[in-house]
Protein backbone atom coordinates (compact mmCIF):
# COMPACT_ATOMS: atom_id res chain seq x y z
CA UNK A 1 0.00 0.00 0.00
CA UNK A 2 2.85 2.13 0.69
CA UNK A 3 4.78 1.73 -2.14
CA UNK A 4 1.18 2.18 -4.33
CA UNK A 5 0.64 5.85 -2.27
CA UNK A 6 4.57 6.73 -2.75
CA UNK A 7 3.99 5.72 -6.65
CA UNK A 8 1.18 7.68 -6.90
CA UNK A 9 2.67 10.75 -5.18
CA UNK A 10 5.53 10.71 -7.88
CA UNK A 11 3.39 10.14 -10.71
CA UNK A 12 1.47 13.08 -9.97
CA UNK A 13 4.40 15.12 -8.89
CA UNK A 14 6.06 14.56 -12.07
CA UNK A 15 2.93 15.11 -14.50
CA UNK A 16 2.78 18.79 -12.22
CA UNK A 17 5.96 20.10 -12.72
CA UNK A 18 5.33 19.20 -16.73
CA UNK A 19 2.46 21.06 -17.26
CA UNK A 20 3.85 24.25 -14.63
CA UNK A 21 7.37 24.03 -16.38
CA UNK A 22 8.41 28.06 -16.62
CA UNK A 23 10.13 29.34 -19.82
CA UNK A 24 12.21 31.97 -20.84
CA UNK A 25 12.61 33.28 -24.42
CA UNK A 26 16.29 34.08 -24.38
CA UNK A 27 19.10 31.98 -22.37
CA UNK A 28 21.92 34.14 -21.54
CA UNK A 29 25.49 32.77 -22.74
CA UNK A 30 27.46 35.24 -20.77
CA UNK A 31 29.23 38.50 -20.50
CA UNK A 32 32.39 39.14 -22.46
CA UNK A 33 35.02 42.32 -22.51
CA UNK A 34 35.76 41.55 -25.95
CA UNK A 35 33.98 43.74 -28.75
CA UNK A 36 31.08 42.74 -30.47
CA UNK A 37 32.81 42.55 -33.22
CA UNK A 38 34.61 40.30 -32.00
CA UNK A 39 32.61 37.84 -30.61
CA UNK A 40 30.52 38.29 -33.91
CA UNK A 41 33.29 36.46 -35.66
CA UNK A 42 33.39 33.74 -33.11
CA UNK A 43 29.93 33.22 -32.52
CA UNK A 44 29.88 32.79 -36.63
CA UNK A 45 32.56 30.51 -36.99
CA UNK A 46 32.08 28.31 -34.14
CA UNK A 47 27.97 28.33 -35.84
CA UNK A 48 29.67 27.47 -39.20
CA UNK A 49 31.49 24.51 -38.31
CA UNK A 50 29.51 22.77 -35.87
CA UNK A 51 27.14 22.48 -39.18
CA UNK A 52 24.95 25.72 -38.88
CA UNK A 53 23.49 28.10 -41.39
CA UNK A 54 24.70 31.31 -40.63
CA UNK A 55 21.40 33.48 -42.47
CA UNK A 56 22.26 36.75 -41.65
CA UNK A 57 23.28 39.65 -39.37
CA UNK A 58 22.53 43.27 -38.64
CA UNK A 59 22.67 46.24 -35.86
CA UNK A 60 19.20 46.56 -34.61
CA UNK A 61 18.72 50.48 -34.34
CA UNK A 62 21.63 51.05 -36.43
CA UNK A 63 23.49 50.56 -33.23
CA UNK A 64 26.98 49.63 -32.70
CA UNK A 65 26.32 48.61 -29.54
CA UNK A 66 23.38 46.07 -30.40
CA UNK A 67 23.89 43.14 -33.19
CA UNK A 68 22.18 40.00 -33.65
CA UNK A 69 23.00 36.98 -36.02
CA UNK A 70 20.45 35.00 -37.32
CA UNK A 71 20.85 30.84 -38.11
CA UNK A 72 19.00 27.59 -38.96
CA UNK A 73 20.35 23.89 -39.29
CA UNK A 74 19.02 21.20 -41.67
CA UNK A 75 17.60 19.03 -39.52
CA UNK A 76 15.01 22.09 -37.70
CA UNK A 77 15.20 23.44 -41.04
CA UNK A 78 13.44 20.51 -42.85
CA UNK A 79 11.07 19.48 -39.55
CA UNK A 80 9.54 22.97 -39.27
CA UNK A 81 8.49 23.37 -43.32
CA UNK A 82 6.47 20.23 -42.89
CA UNK A 83 4.05 22.61 -40.58
CA UNK A 84 1.86 24.05 -42.66
CA UNK A 85 0.67 26.57 -41.08
CA UNK A 86 3.51 29.17 -40.73
CA UNK A 87 6.23 26.47 -39.42
CA UNK A 88 9.32 28.42 -41.07
CA UNK A 89 8.89 30.95 -38.74
CA UNK A 90 10.31 28.09 -36.38
CA UNK A 91 13.25 27.46 -38.39
CA UNK A 92 15.48 30.93 -37.50
CA UNK A 93 17.13 31.17 -34.07
CA UNK A 94 19.01 34.30 -33.23
CA UNK A 95 22.03 35.06 -30.75
CA UNK A 96 21.53 38.62 -29.46
CA UNK A 97 24.86 40.77 -28.26
CA UNK A 98 24.05 44.03 -25.83
CA UNK A 99 27.13 45.93 -24.99
CA UNK A 100 26.59 47.57 -21.50
CA UNK A 101 29.61 49.96 -19.97
CA UNK A 102 32.46 47.62 -21.34
CA UNK A 103 31.24 44.33 -20.85
CA UNK A 104 29.24 42.90 -24.13
CA UNK A 105 25.91 40.40 -22.81
CA UNK A 106 25.82 37.60 -25.20
CA UNK A 107 22.24 35.62 -25.18
CA UNK A 108 19.91 32.95 -28.03
CA UNK A 109 16.23 32.67 -28.09
CA UNK A 110 15.74 29.48 -25.97
CA UNK A 111 14.43 26.94 -28.56
CA UNK A 112 11.79 25.07 -26.04
CA UNK A 113 10.24 28.58 -25.84
CA UNK A 114 10.19 29.57 -29.44
CA UNK A 115 9.45 26.22 -31.00
CA UNK A 116 6.40 24.96 -28.70
CA UNK A 117 4.89 28.76 -28.90
CA UNK A 118 5.50 28.63 -33.29
CA UNK A 119 4.75 24.66 -33.88
CA UNK A 120 2.59 24.41 -31.29
CA UNK A 121 0.41 20.77 -31.63
CA UNK A 122 3.45 19.91 -33.91
CA UNK A 123 5.97 20.14 -31.12
CA UNK A 124 5.47 17.10 -29.36
CA UNK A 125 6.11 14.99 -32.96
CA UNK A 126 9.49 15.91 -33.63
CA UNK A 127 10.44 16.82 -30.18
CA UNK A 128 13.61 14.44 -30.28
CA UNK A 129 15.04 16.72 -32.74
CA UNK A 130 14.14 19.80 -30.86
CA UNK A 131 16.11 18.42 -28.12
CA UNK A 132 19.16 17.35 -30.00
CA UNK A 133 19.08 20.72 -31.63
CA UNK A 134 18.51 22.50 -28.14
CA UNK A 135 22.01 20.35 -26.95
CA UNK A 136 23.80 21.15 -29.67
CA UNK A 137 23.48 24.47 -29.60
CA UNK A 138 24.15 24.66 -25.56
CA UNK A 139 27.27 22.56 -26.80
CA UNK A 140 28.29 24.89 -29.51
CA UNK A 141 27.86 28.11 -27.50
CA UNK A 142 30.09 26.91 -24.36
CA UNK A 143 33.03 27.64 -26.83
CA UNK A 144 31.55 31.10 -26.29
CA UNK A 145 30.28 31.18 -22.64
CA UNK A 146 29.47 29.09 -19.60
CA UNK A 147 26.10 30.64 -17.86
CA UNK A 148 23.48 29.33 -19.52
CA UNK A 149 20.98 31.23 -17.64
CA UNK A 150 17.37 32.08 -18.64
CA UNK A 151 15.78 35.47 -19.03
CA UNK A 152 13.25 37.82 -20.04
CA UNK A 153 10.32 36.68 -17.99
CA UNK A 154 8.21 33.30 -17.98
CA UNK A 155 5.60 31.63 -19.13
CA UNK A 156 4.02 28.12 -18.41
CA UNK A 157 5.58 25.49 -20.94
CA UNK A 158 1.98 24.53 -22.06
CA UNK A 159 0.59 27.89 -22.17
CA UNK A 160 3.01 28.50 -25.36
CA UNK A 161 1.03 26.55 -27.53
CA UNK A 162 -1.88 29.23 -27.32
CA UNK A 163 -0.11 31.90 -25.89
CA UNK A 164 -1.64 34.79 -25.75
CA UNK A 165 -0.90 38.30 -23.89
CA UNK A 166 -3.98 39.11 -22.41
CA UNK A 167 -7.88 38.31 -22.52
CA UNK A 168 -8.58 39.75 -26.27
CA UNK A 169 -5.30 39.82 -27.46
CA UNK A 170 -4.78 37.95 -30.76
CA UNK A 171 -2.78 34.41 -30.85
CA UNK A 172 -0.47 32.82 -33.34
CA UNK A 173 -3.56 31.97 -35.10
CA UNK A 174 -4.56 35.71 -35.50
CA UNK A 175 -1.76 36.47 -38.34
CA UNK A 176 -2.03 39.88 -40.55
CA UNK A 177 -2.53 39.63 -43.91
CA UNK A 178 -0.27 41.73 -45.82
CA UNK A 179 -0.84 40.70 -49.87
CA UNK A 180 -1.91 37.87 -51.90
CA UNK A 181 0.27 38.05 -55.51
CA UNK A 182 -0.66 36.49 -58.43
CA UNK A 183 1.88 33.52 -57.64
CA UNK A 184 4.78 33.12 -55.17
CA UNK A 185 7.49 33.47 -57.61
CA UNK A 186 5.93 37.44 -58.37
CA UNK A 187 5.58 37.58 -54.38
CA UNK A 188 9.01 36.66 -53.75
CA UNK A 189 10.40 39.10 -56.67
CA UNK A 190 7.96 41.90 -55.40
CA UNK A 191 9.74 41.65 -51.51
CA UNK A 192 12.62 41.30 -51.98
CA UNK A 193 12.96 44.01 -54.63
CA UNK A 194 10.81 46.00 -51.82
CA UNK A 195 14.33 45.57 -49.34
CA UNK A 196 16.76 45.59 -51.66
CA UNK A 197 15.56 49.47 -52.48
CA UNK A 198 15.13 49.75 -48.51
CA UNK A 199 11.76 50.88 -48.67
CA UNK A 200 10.11 52.29 -45.77
CA UNK A 201 14.17 52.44 -44.37
CA UNK A 202 14.04 48.46 -44.14
CA UNK A 203 16.79 46.30 -44.12
CA UNK A 204 16.65 42.35 -45.56
CA UNK A 205 18.41 41.00 -42.75
CA UNK A 206 17.78 36.91 -44.05
CA UNK A 207 16.03 35.41 -46.19
CA UNK A 208 14.96 31.42 -45.93
CA UNK A 209 13.33 30.19 -49.53
CA UNK A 210 11.52 27.14 -50.02
CA UNK A 211 11.40 27.12 -52.82
CA UNK A 212 9.20 23.36 -53.27
CA UNK A 213 7.14 24.50 -51.04
CA UNK A 214 6.52 27.49 -51.74
CA UNK A 215 7.30 29.36 -48.97
CA UNK A 216 9.73 32.00 -47.71
CA UNK A 217 10.55 33.98 -45.03
CA UNK A 218 12.15 37.04 -44.50
CA UNK A 219 13.59 38.92 -41.84
CA UNK A 220 13.16 42.44 -42.04
CA UNK A 221 15.51 45.75 -39.83
CA UNK A 222 13.37 48.47 -38.84
CA UNK A 223 15.44 51.16 -39.28
CA UNK A 224 12.96 54.28 -38.85
CA UNK A 225 13.76 56.56 -36.54
CA UNK A 226 10.66 57.55 -35.73
CA UNK A 227 8.60 54.45 -35.45
CA UNK A 228 10.59 51.67 -35.97
CA UNK A 229 13.06 49.48 -33.87
CA UNK A 230 15.12 53.18 -32.40
CA UNK A 231 11.49 54.13 -31.09
CA UNK A 232 10.28 51.00 -29.37
CA UNK A 233 13.25 48.95 -28.43
CA UNK A 234 14.23 51.06 -25.75
CA UNK A 235 10.77 51.02 -23.79
CA UNK A 236 10.39 47.68 -23.75
CA UNK A 237 13.46 46.62 -23.77
CA UNK A 238 17.11 46.20 -25.39
CA UNK A 239 18.00 42.98 -23.56
CA UNK A 240 15.91 40.96 -25.62
CA UNK A 241 17.71 42.00 -28.65
CA UNK A 242 17.61 38.76 -30.03
CA UNK A 243 14.10 38.77 -30.57
CA UNK A 244 14.69 40.91 -33.91
CA UNK A 245 14.62 41.10 -36.87
CA UNK A 246 10.45 40.76 -37.28
CA UNK A 247 9.42 38.65 -40.01
CA UNK A 248 7.21 38.51 -43.64
CA UNK A 249 6.40 34.64 -44.29
CA UNK A 250 5.10 34.21 -47.94
CA UNK A 251 3.63 31.30 -48.19
CA UNK A 252 2.02 30.15 -51.91
CA UNK A 253 1.10 33.73 -52.59
CA UNK A 254 0.03 34.92 -49.56
CA UNK A 255 2.20 36.94 -47.44
CA UNK A 256 1.21 37.57 -43.64
CA UNK A 257 3.24 38.19 -40.47
CA UNK A 258 2.49 37.43 -37.01
CA UNK A 259 0.28 40.09 -35.36
CA UNK A 260 2.32 42.76 -33.26
CA UNK A 261 0.08 42.23 -30.02
CA UNK A 262 0.91 38.60 -30.38
CA UNK A 263 4.69 39.14 -31.29
CA UNK A 264 5.83 41.57 -28.81
CA UNK A 265 4.43 40.23 -26.13
CA UNK A 266 5.61 36.87 -26.89
CA UNK A 267 9.30 37.89 -27.20
CA UNK A 268 8.66 40.33 -24.02
CA UNK A 269 6.41 38.14 -21.85
CA UNK A 270 7.42 40.23 -18.85
CA UNK A 271 5.99 43.48 -19.99
CA UNK A 272 3.43 45.23 -17.46
CA UNK A 273 0.69 46.82 -19.38
CA UNK A 274 1.55 50.38 -18.80
CA UNK A 275 4.68 49.52 -20.37
CA UNK A 276 3.18 47.79 -23.47
CA UNK A 277 0.68 50.68 -23.50
CA UNK A 278 3.45 53.22 -24.17
CA UNK A 279 4.51 51.56 -27.49
CA UNK A 280 0.37 51.00 -28.43
CA UNK A 281 1.01 52.54 -32.40
CA UNK A 282 3.66 49.99 -32.34
CA UNK A 283 2.00 47.04 -33.71
CA UNK A 284 0.14 49.42 -36.49
CA UNK A 285 3.71 50.86 -37.36
CA UNK A 286 5.12 47.30 -38.10
CA UNK A 287 2.40 46.01 -40.36
CA UNK A 288 2.33 49.39 -42.17
CA UNK A 289 5.97 49.33 -43.23
CA UNK A 290 5.77 45.48 -44.10
CA UNK A 291 2.61 45.93 -45.64
CA UNK A 292 4.21 48.78 -48.01
CA UNK A 293 6.71 45.99 -48.45
CA UNK A 294 4.38 43.82 -50.45
CA UNK A 295 2.95 45.96 -52.81
Known amino acids: MKNLILSSF ?139 TPFGGTVQADKLRKYHYKILMPYFSDPVVLNEFPSFEEGVKTIENALISKAGNTKLVYKLIYNNAKVAVFGVGLLNKEDGESYFLPIIGEDHVAALPYEIILQDKVATMLHGKYRLALHWPDLTMGTFMKIMSTPGDIEDTLEALCK
Open 10 to 148: VFFTVTFNMFTQELSPYIKIGESTESITELTEKVVSVLKDNSFTVLGTYNPCNKSSLKIIAFTRTDLSNVSIKVKDRGALAAVFKVGFVKKNDKVIISYTNPDYILRAYLRDNYNTYRSTFKTFSADLKTVFSAIGNEF
